[in-house]
């Protein structure tokens, strides 16, 4: 692909804003690599990299692999290096990268918000149980994600995942990531509209794409027609969500610009209204938008949400409409934001007469060996499938209204639970330093430690209260919305270095979106987490008023509470 195709042809119609400085944005001219990674993408397209890995490493082995292709473009087939063990948080960042890396390596694997069946749940479970030593976890991106992966592998799990519609192509780099869809889409009783022919139609047009395989970033997206706005919409790159024309009738609104990370942002609301039909237009034009004038640079300003914020929601619709569109869009007020869950946890009404079931993993870890029993569920009840959801859960599809119950029930049996506390139900967790380079603290295992232990404390807990835990600063785990967000880092412990967290509470989606509230100086040690939340919550409850959430609770709350200060005669 040569870059002077998006060169000197766009200011013909709309002024475009020019940074102080270069900031490698192609379509402005900087077509020069300014980074390493920009470097290499020129140097060989990503995409490039899977015949070598069927042709050449699968053959070889990890000792064969280029170290270029080994920490960038094997990311386009959706593989990472695993961190090598008995490396602790206090090596990350601080030693070479070659260092870290383990013969081994992560696995997504895309589903795009697509509904799986039997036979594919089994063919996941089966590659978890043969290839990755039985491991697999349901991440916030509707992925499931292995370990202990070998290169010497990856062409026969490819092939038995394309066997199931499945593939891990541009699971990872800068590309367009795994999309989120609606997990309940054209079943859902209450649903505007079903968006999933639009996300196929994305899919099919510019997955393994080359003019679409090298962003500045990565590139989220997200899309619901749920009214629940059950995939984060407010913290991905695009987000498009359902919405009613009074004339038109149901279409999406457009959300461009949300990411986390050490500079979160919440995504900015276009206001339109577009027809199911153009959503794969619009998702092209925006793309295009971030790909020619997307920030190269520097890596840490190289996200869509930089550039949204430089130019503002109006000028990014102008430059929309007028340089890749050749259209104006429908204006349309943007839909209210809902109050309440997103997850699809329990027994619901599908418009078909039947039910879906959304059940809860502890912090989205399952297993190859889960997964088999699962597909023999899907199988034994005669259910359509199951799909994946962005909060680490999942949903089974096509319920007999007289057989749910002992659905349910068998589900309980294999450890998937359609009724779980309101800790399991509300508690996610990033991979953590057991699997990821990038962590510094343990995060999966200390998750479900924590809800076990506030299980003990807090069996009845009336109100939901969302728990997030990350391993590093990049909030994979959503940090900073999050009720109790906690970021893993090193703290003092009297004199030594420990595992623990820098707290963000009181963050939330939807209608009250905002970031979480730090306080100053303040951290707690992994040790002493399941007494600093329990006392959080005793607090709470003590002081809450009739109906209050916890994050308005916290935006009230004496700091000495949220510092975990003990109330008296409170639990143990």
């Known amino acids: 692909m040569s870059d002077l195709r998006y060169t000197a042809k766009r200011a013909q119609h709309t002024e475009i804003p020019r940074p102080k400085r270069g900031e490698g944005q192609w379509a402005l001219g900087y077509t020069e690599p300014l980074n390493k990674n920009e470097q290499s993408k020129k140097d060989d397209s990503p995409l490039n990299v899977r015949d070598r890995i069927l042709h050449i490493y699968s053959k070889r082995g990890f000792a064969s692999i280029d170290p270029a292709d080994l920490r960038g473009r094997f990311r386009w087939m959706g593989l990472y290096t695993q961190r090598a063990e008995g490396f602790d948080g206090g090596k990350t960042a601080t030693v070479p990268e070659e260092e870290l890396d383990a013969p081994f390596f992560m696995m997504r694997v895309r589903s795009d918000g697509r509904l799986l069946s039997a036979d594919t749940v089994r063919a996941l479970g089966e590659i978890g149980r043969d290839y990755a030593r039985d491991t697999a976890d349901v991440t916030d991106r509707e992925n499931i994600q292995y370990h202990w992966i070998r290169v010497e592998d990856v062409p026969a799990i490819w092939e038995r995942l394309e066997a199931g519609g499945l593939s891990t192509l541009e699971a990872c780099g800068d590309s367009p990531r795994p999309f989120l869809g609606s997990p309940v889409a054209g079943v859902a009783a209450d649903e505007i509209i079903d968006g999933t022919p639009a996300l196929d139609e994305i899919a099919r047009r510019f997955l393994g794409d080359p003019d679409f395989a090298n962003f500045p970033r990565k590139f989220k997206t997200a899309l619901t027609g749920h009214p629940s706005h059950d995939v984060s919409p407010e913290t991905n790159d695009i987000s498009f969500v359902g919405t009613v024309h009074p004339e038109h009738g149901p279409g999406f609104d457009l959300w461009v610009g949300g990411g986390l990370s050490t500079n979160p942002m919440l995504a900015q609301k276009m206001g339109v209204w577009i027809p199911l039909d153009d959503v794969a237009d619009v998702w092209e034009g925006v793309a295009s938008i971030f790909r020619d004038y997307g920030y190269r640079r520097l890596r840490s300003r190289a ?199 820098q707290v963000h509470l009181g963050g939330a989606t939807g209608l009250n979106a905002n970031f979480g509230r730090k306080l100053r100086a303040h951290k707690v040690t992994s040790a002493g987490l399941d007494d600093y939340v329990s006392s959080l919550v005793e607090a709470f409850l003590a002081g809450r008023e009739e109906g209050e959430s916890f994050s308005t609770w916290v935006h009230r709350a004496d700091e000495s509470l949220l510092r975990g200060e003990p109330l008296a005669g409170a639990r143990s």
């Open 303 to 501: 996200r869509l949400k930089f550039l949204v914020a430089d130019w503002g929601i109006a000028k990014f619709r102008e430059v929309l409409e007028k340089e890749y569109l050749g259209r104006e869009l429908v204006t349309l007020a943007s839909p209210e934001s809902p109050v309440g869950h997103r997850d699809h946890i329990g027994v619901h009404d599908q418009k078909d007469g039947r039910k879906y079931v959304g059940v809860a993993p502890v912090a989205g870890r399952v297993s190859g060996t889960l997964l088999i029993a699962l597909a023999d569920l899907i199988e034994k009840h005669g259910l359509a499938g199951a799909r994946l959801t962005p909060y680490q859960k999942i949903v089974l599809i096509g319920a007999d209204p007289e057989r749910v119950e002992d659905v349910v029930a068998d589900l309980e049996a294999i450890g998937l639970s359609a009724r779980p506390s309101n800790w399991r139900r509300n508690t996610m967790a990033c991979t953590g330093i057991e699997f990821c380079k990038l962590a510094i603290v343990d995060t999966k295992n200390r998750a479900r430690d924590l809800v076990s232990e506030l299980e003990r404390r807090h069996p009845d807990l009336d109100t939901p209260i969302t728990v997030n835990v990350n391993g590093c600063p990049n909030a994979c785990a959503r940090t900073q919305i999050a009720d109790i967000g906690l970021k893993g880092q090193l703290v003092m412990d009297g004199d030594r270095q420990v595992e623990g967290f």
